[in-house]
């Protein structure tokens, strides 16, 4: 059984950054896949952007330029920093992991970007 744990959440303004962390704890082997998705009210879960445990990234076109995703293999843990936020960028952005056979998911985080 694999736990995410989300952070960094909030409030911003339009125009300002935010960086979101995810550890993953009780799986016995680094997590295949680690990323986040969003999913705004009344709206269906959008994928962010997704990292390989080797870095290969999976950013959608509408993301990319300003979100990096990176992650930390030693702590099981992933990063995602954006960019130039915009409102419609308020959503719960979803801690996403994969490890053979089974994904996971976290509990979520609210990103709220105030115009």
């Known amino acids: 059984q694999v736990q995410l744990v989300e952070s960094g959440g909030g409030l911003v303004q339009a125009g300002e950054s935010l960086r979101l962390s995810c550890a993953a704890s009780?799986?016995?082997?680094?997590?295949?896949?680690m990323g986040w998705y969003r999913q705004a009210p009344g709206k269906q879960r959008d994928l962010v952007a997704l990292?390989?445990?080797?870095?290969?990234?999976n950013i959608p076109s509408s993301m990319k330029g300003r979100v990096t995703i990176s992650r930390d293999n030693a702590k099981n843990t992933v990063y995602l920093q954006m960019a130039a936020l915009r409102p419609e960028d308020t959503a719960v952005y979803y801690c996403?992991?994969?490890?053979?056979?089974?994904?996971?998911w976290g509990q979520g985080t609210q990103v709220t970007v105030s115009s």
């Open positions: 996403y992991a994969s490890v053979p056979s089974r994904d996971y």
């Open positions: 009780g799986s016995t082997v680094s997590p295949r896949n």
């Open positions: 990292i390989g445990s080797g870095g290969s990234t």
